[in-house]
């Protein structure tokens, strides 16, 4: 590993791992800044001949926290291939058989639940029902809640 991730989150990372292991699902939830990014960017580090599906809510969201990883230390992750909520359900069934995921992260997970966004996460799910899921949250509200 490239980082020490601090101490809360190596908890949150070990619990996650063992729930992943044990459901195939895990959720973090923490507060804003506190390093969520950096629990999935080591999962992904740790499993480097795994390809990861990295989805969030904007571009910008990604490339900050990219950013932030390689900043404190962390490797550059070329197993990962990230797209956006919009993107992934305006995507083909052909172009969502192409992923091919490992591991599936959907960072600020409680927007899964958007009437469109939503759609486009649950294709894919349904194509991957097996691969685990790691869920990235600053709150446990859902989508309209």
């Not at 939830?29 to 809510?57: D, M, N, Q, R």
């Not at 359900?89 to 992923?99: F, P």
């Not at 599936?104 to 899964?112: K, Q, S, Y």
Request: charged share 20%; net charge neutral.
């Amino acid at each position: 590993m490239s980082i020490t991730l601090f101490e809360h989150n190596l908890k949150a990372y070990e619990a996650a791992h063992a729930m992943l292991s044990d459901t195939g699902k895990a959720a973090i939830i923490h507060p804003t800044g506190t390093g969520k990014s950096f629990i999935a960017f080591y999962l992904c580090e740790k499993y480097p001949e795994h390809s990861v599906c990295w989805l969030s809510p904007s571009d910008y969201i990604f490339k900050t926290q990219k950013e932030n990883w390689v900043s404190a230390g962390g490797s550059e992750n070329r197993n990962i291939r990230f797209y956006t909520y919009a993107k992934l359900m305006l995507m083909t069934k052909s172009e969502l058989e192409e992923i091919k995921p490992n591991h599936i992260v959907l960072d600020e997970f409680h927007r899964c639940g958007a009437e469109m966004w939503g759609q486009g996460v649950q294709r894919l799910l349904d194509l991957y029902p097996n691969v685990p899921k790691l869920g990235l949250s600053a709150t446990n509200i859902r989508y309209l809640d």
